[in-house]
């Protein structure tokens, strides 16, 4: 739920922001931003949904999400992985860390 709202506040910003583009270019760089900085910081963020409040989750989501881009980024780039596999592998990783979290905070699956 909150995700959603998240993407409509994000494509609306985006809409006022470039009021001469049309809403479908609107949605695209909004997904772009949401896919390549919000959601890799909201899921490496899960280990401490608990601790923050929502406001705080969802702006703390959006540094993390783009320090994580900018730090695995550089490096998988100096390894020689080009940008285009990046956008993909980057966020998918990124949500694997997540579900592995999700997973392990599980009490049937806790050690």
Known sequence: ?????????????????????????????????????????????????????NIEYMIMSWPVGLAYWGIFGYMLGYVGVVFAVQIILLPIIALAIGLYVIYRENPKHSS
């Open 1 to 53: 739920m909150e995700l959603g709202i998240m993407f409509i506040l994000l494509v609306l910003i985006i809409k006022i922001a470039f009021f001469k583009e049309s809403i479908v270019t609107a949605l695209r760089l909004a997904l772009a931003l949401f896919w390549l900085g919000f959601i890799p910081g909201y899921a490496l963020l899960l280990y401490w949904k608990h601790h923050l409040g």
